[in-house]
């Protein structure tokens, strides 16, 4: 999934402006803690798909017609 399709601001830094950290299966540690310093929720990828299931049934719902 290409989250700026969504409407996502996708950057490889965290701050206090980010609002979640996609972790992967082996996320770095500095990341992470930086995340937890900075109160930024993570996310795993079915955490992703259950956020994005809205805006992609209504896309499949879309297509259908």
């Not at 795993?44 to 896309?59: A, H």
Request: hydrophobic share 35%; glycine share 4%.
């Amino acid at each position: 999934i290409m989250l700026e399709q969504y409407g996502a601001h996708v950057s490889a830094s965290i701050s206090k402006k980010t609002s979640a950290l996609l972790s992967g299966s082996d996320p770095g540690s500095e990341k992470i803690k930086k995340a937890e310093a900075l109160q930024v929720k993570i996310i795993n990828e079915t955490e992703l798909t259950e956020l994005l299931r809205p805006v992609l049934m209504s896309q499949q719902s879309v297509q259908d017609e």
